[in-house]
């Protein structure tokens, strides 16, 4: 089969892998409109459960990941002068840049031609078996036939602002600072010895009220320096602007389809679907793209068929996932209903964000049926791993009577 991947990102290189591994005959190119090495972008997080896919897919690949990612196993919530610290799942950090040379190299070993400066126009795609779209949220090839695609977009209400920073954060970071404009907060992570991303958020009237609108670059940077000097340990921030030279303040775009595909044409990663930063999420879900997409070509001979599975497993899976990225998108733009509860529990709610019934819940009743839950579940774990041992006990006491 003839295939061509639109789109250098991690979901169309790791999607030519997989295919190669399956069968080496397959002939497969990757076009990518940047220059090799060029990318934008600091770091991306992942968790355990996706390497273990990797593993499981490709454990060339998923060695090379994971020696190149850095760890970590908590959170930290620094609130006004209070800090909070919470163990949590092992999470990964491995910086953007590396992730597309380990998934570059891997694929040329296997033989896929990558050609980096080639864009391709919508109106003339290569000739393939198949053409995949991984060209990301903004896809001209998925544009070009949007009315098909039936293509959705949601603007999220709060500003962002995606940085690096010399700051190595040893712990998921979340740092929320008030000012006479309201709150602006950042989440922290690292991924290399010496490098780290900071995305920072806040609500409009406070992005406007602190004069990040208007002020030039550095002035920007020095004002979001010094908010958030605690967190970020005096290390520096550092931008890379857009193409036009500008910083790039955003509107957080939910986008969905109603399809994925279109005769030999399919969408993965971001050109199909997005989930709001804060779940972390979107690496992991392009690369769980190409896994479904190579298992279904691989298993279902007749492309259509292929196709339609492909999409059909994939927004199965999304499902609780954009939920949970549509809840967490809305904790933060109503942090002022959590950001006054004492540290112990707002943190607590902060890792309950993703939760549907939390918006209709008062928060401090919430955080305490939450509480009482998990104790409950762990005096249920309990008498699970006690119940045995106590029947052991009583048996062994009767038995020598």
């Known amino acids: 089969m003839k295939v061509a991947c639109v789109g250098g990102g991690p979901a169309g290189l790791y999607l030519s892998i997989l295919l190669k591994l399956r069968d080496p005959s397959h002939d497969i190119t990757v076009h990518e409109r940047n220059p090799e090495g060029i990318t934008y972008g600091w770091g991306v997080t992942y968790w355990r459960g996706l390497l273990d896919k990797l593993h499981a897919h490709d454990p060339v690949t998923a060695h090379a990941i994971e020696a190149s990612s850095v760890r970590w196993s908590a959170g930290v919530a620094h609130v006004r002068d209070l800090t909070t610290r919470r163990p ?3 999470g990964h950090g491995i910086g953007r840049h590396r992730l597309l040379e380990i998934l570059a190299e891997r694929a040329r070993s296997l ?24 060209d990301g ?3 001209t090839l998925r544009t070009r036939h949007a009315d098909h695609f039936g293509t959705r977009v949601e603007t999220g209400r709060n500003r ?5 920073t010399s700051k190595a954060f040893d712990a998921f970071t979340f740092a929320f600072v008030e000012t006479d404009h309201g ?9 290399g010895p010496d490098a780290g991303t900071c995305v920072v958020e806040c609500a409009p009237e ?5 004069g990040l609108d208007t002020a030039p670059d550095a002035d920007g940077l020095a004002l979001l320096e010094k908010l958030f000097a605690g967190a970020l340990d005096g290390h520096p921030l550092i931008d890379r602007p857009s193409a036009d030279g500008s910083t790039q303040w955003l509107n957080f775009r939910t986008l969905t389809n109603r399809t994925w595909h279109r005769g030999n044409l399919v969408l993965i990663g971001d050109a199909a679907h997005t989930t709001h930063y804060s779940i972390g999420a979107g690496t992991t879900l392009a690369l769980e793209d190409a896994i479904a997409l190579a298992d279904a070509l691989h298993e279902r001979p007749a492309l259509p068929d292929a196709l339609a599975r492909y999409e059909r497993e994939r927004r199965q899976a999304l499902l609780p996932l954009q939920s949970a990225a549509r809840h967490s998108a809305l904790w933060y733009e109503n942090l002022p209903r959590y950001i006054h509860l004492p540290p112990q529990q707002m943190f607590a709610l902060l890792g309950q964000r993703h939760s549907p019934l ?14 009482a839950a998990g104790q409950l579940e762990t005096l249920r774990r ?20």
């Open 382 to 401: 309990l008498k699970r791993w006690l119940g045995p041992k106590v029947a052991r006990t009583v048996h062994a006491r009767a038995s020598r009577k």
């Open 88 to 90: 949590g799942d092992e």
């Open 206 to 210: 406070t992005w406007t009220g602190l």
């Open 160 to 164: 962002y602002i995606w940085l690096g």
């Open 111 to 134: 033989g896929v031609r990558l050609e980096f400066g080639h864009a391709i126009a919508p109106d003339d795609l290569p000739t393939a078996d198949l053409v995949v779209a991984g």
């Open 137 to 139: 949220v903004h896809s």
């Open 358 to 371: 939390l918006p209709y819940v008062p928060p401090q009743l919430y955080y305490r049926i939450d509480r």
């Open 183 to 191: 709150w602006i907060w950042c989440y922290g992570y690292g991924f």
